[in-house]
T-cell receptor, first 115, second 114 residues
């Protein structure tokens, strides 16, 4: 089973709203990722959690706040977003065996629209 | 710089025919994994095939196979017996180590006609 789930599938929010995206996996993976994808473009990495610790933050604005409550869950808290933040937000997970490369499995994504 | 180049923005193929998608990459590292991901209009990014750089044998997954040329840094995807469900954007990508970013190409949009 290589399933990563994401909720909600669609989200529309105003620039003053606070919302959260949720990602879950039960594959025992120890690395979880947030990517942002604009239409017809490849995904761009935002954050990586490895063993529940933030290991990579790709200079993402502070209006995006990641959280990893446990090894199976990854949240992305959104606050005071801009219309240009409208995109598909993809979550991924991988085994993250230290010292080895591994495969990232993606969730179905959350389509975010900021009005 | 670590880059992936997919030189064909769009490709088309007829059902039951074979199509090859091109990918070249640039890294100075010797150990890495290469991937082809498929993203249909439903938007889910689906792993198609994976190749370990240390393996000389080309990976195959049913109708999908790769031609991996390490010296040339080339990693093409061949889809045999194309089906309507193969229509999607295909991304070539590689990763150097676990817990880091996949380096993606810009993608190739494949259309399949009956």
């Amino acid at each position: 089973d290589t399933e990563v789930t994401q909720t909600p599938k669609h989200l529309v929010m105003g620039m003053t709203n606070k919302k959260s995206l949720k990602c879950e996996q039960h594959m025992g993976h120890r690395a979880m990722y947030w990517y942002k994808q604009k239409a017809k473009k490849p995904p761009e990495l935002m954050f990586v959690y490895s063993y529940e610790k933030l290991s990579i933050n790709e200079s993402v604005p502070s209006r995006f706040s990641p959280e990893c409550p446990n090894s199976s869950l990854l949240n992305l808290h959104l606050h005071a977003l801009q219309p240009e933040d409208s995109a598909l937000y993809l979550c991924a997970s991988s085994q993250a065996a230290r010292g080895f490369t591994d495969t990232q499995y993606f969730g179905p994504g959350t389509r975010l629209t900021v009005l | 710089a670590q880059t992936v180049t997919q030189s064909q923005p769009e490709m088309s193929v007829q059902e039951a025919e074979t199509v090859t998608l091109s990918c070249t990459y640039d890294t100075s590292e010797s150990d890495y994994y290469l991937f082809w991901y498929k993203q249909p209009p439903s938007r889910q990014m689906i792993l198609v095939i994976r190749q370990e750089a240390y393996k000389q044998q080309n990976a195959t997954e049913n109708r999908f196979s790769v031609n991996f040329q390490k010296a040339a840094k080339s990693f093409s995807l061949k889809i045999s017996d194309s089906q309507l469900g193969d229509a999607a954007m295909y991304f070539c990508a590689y990763i150097l180590q676990a817990g880091t970013a996949l380096i993606f190409g810009k993608g190739t949009t494949l259309s399949v006609s009956s």
